[in-house]
């Protein structure tokens, strides 16, 4: 699995050297539903063969973060600027 660019990525977060990493094409975008107008990073993933027939065998996948606690997170099968509302927001 690894992150790909998408039409609404408004940044892209170095892996900082990392060679285990890749850059992550990602939206900085908010919710019209949230008060307050909390950013969300938006990331999208393209799963590899093998992963996709493991995911459709067991119908789950796994989701890590690092740190502690764990930051609020949001994982989604649909595209949520189609599907949710989502804007990307302006980036300077």
Same mark, same amino acid.
Request: some cysteine; charged content about 10%.
């Given at each position: 699995?690894? +992150? !790909?660019?998408?039409? &609404?990525?408004?940044?892209?977060?170095?892996?900082?050297?990392? +060679?285990?990493?890749?850059?992550? +094409?990602?939206?900085?975008? !908010? @919710?019209?539903? %949230?008060?307050?107008?909390? +950013?969300?990073? #938006?990331?999208?993933?393209?799963? &590899?063969?093998? &992963?996709?027939?493991?995911?459709?065998?067991?119908?789950? !996948?796994?989701?890590?973060?690092?740190?502690?606690?764990? *930051?609020?997170?949001?994982?989604?099968?649909?595209? *949520?600027?189609?599907? @949710?509302?989502? %804007?990307?927001? &302006? #980036?300077?």
């Amino acid at each position: 699995m690894h +992150p !790909i660019p998408f039409k &609404e990525s408004n940044v892209n977060l170095g892996a900082g050297g990392n +060679p285990n990493t890749s850059d992550m +094409p990602t939206a900085i975008a !908010i @919710h019209p539903n %949230t008060t307050g107008q909390v +950013p969300y990073a #938006i990331s999208c993933w393209k799963l &590899e063969p093998d &992963e996709l027939a493991e995911i459709q065998r067991t119908g789950v !996948i796994y989701l890590g973060n690092m740190g502690w606690p764990p *930051p609020p997170i949001l994982a989604m099968a649909y595209n *949520p600027f189609k599907m @949710h509302g989502f %804007t990307a927001l &302006e #980036i300077q």
